[in-house]
């Protein structure tokens, strides 16, 4: 199975300032035949289901701000929220897609400083 | 929008279906996921099928014990879940994947609200 591995486990940001999450896998979710990165994101916030921010690794989900920028290819890609908003306080995981035994990261959890 | 049904308090070794009713998008057109959340744990998928139901792959921890199925004609999604343990207790999501010429490696969206199941003595 494809490891995903989410650094930092949390993170405290400031209001207005740029939040930056890291994830890793331990093989590339790059296809050559397409050329597209078999990664997605997730917000996922108290109480609620996970909802999708981004796919393809950097394409942004309709309707999400555009504060929320994916990054990266084949094994290391970045979640980048541009300046925080008290409404992104949430658990964010990335997953592959790539391969049929689909994997999450383990959540990175951000909150206000 | 996608909404799961099923889970309650259960034995362990005992058995229990999950369904998932689908409305809103045109649900033989989607790949189906069930993913599960264990308490204060993070996301871990469970399986998927096809959007004809002639695929399905499963989780390791769940393989031989777990069985997913779909009614396209009656827009639902099922999971059997057979010989649980103390461990399967989670929120069971239901998640959908738009199945482009029939892929299931889609990301997934939407996403039900899911259903607890517990399994305790």
């Given at each position: 199975d494809i490891v995903m591995t989410q650094s930092p486990d949390s993170l405290a940001v400031s209001l207005g300032e740029r939040a930056t999450i890291n994830c890793k896998s331990s093989q590339s979710v790059l296809y050559s035949s397409n050329n597209k990165n078999y990664l997605a994101w997730y917000q996922q916030k108290p109480g609620q289901p996970p909802k999708l921010l981004i796919y393809w690794a950097s394409t942004r989900e309709f309707g999400v701000p555009d504060r929320f920028i994916g990054s990266g290819s084949g094994t290391d890609f970045t979640?980048?929220?541009?300046?925080?908003?008290?409404?992104d306080v949430a658990v964010y995981y990335c997953q592959q897609y790539y391969s049929t035994s689909y994997t999450f990261g383990q959540g990175t959890k951000l909150e206000i400083k | 929008?996608?909404?799961e049904s099923g889970g309650r308090v259960v034995r362990p070794g005992t058995s229990l279906r999950l369904s998932c009713a689908v409305s809103g998008f045109t649900f033989s057109s989607y790949a189906m996921h069930w993913?599960?959340?264990?308490?204060?744990?993070?996301?871990?998928?469970?399986?998927?099928?096809s959007y004809d139901?002639?695929?399905?792959?499963?989780?390791?921890?769940v393989r031989g014990r777990f069985t997913i199925s779909?009614?396209?004609?009656?827009?639902?999604?099922?999971l059997q879940m057979n010989s649980l343990r103390a461990?399967?207790?989670a929120v069971y999501?239901?998640?959908a994947s738009i199945a482009v010429a029939g892929t299931i490696l889609r990301w997934f969206d939407p996403w039900g609200q899911g259903t607890l199941v517990t399994v305790s003595s």
């Open positions: 979640l980048t929220i541009s300046a925080l908003q008290a409404e | 929008q996608l909404v993913v599960r959340q264990a308490p204060g744990k993070g996301l871990e998928w469970v399986a998927v099928i139901g002639r695929n399905k792959y499963y989780g390791d921890s779909r009614d396209n004609s009656k827009n639902t999604l099922y461990e399967d207790t999501y239901c998640a």
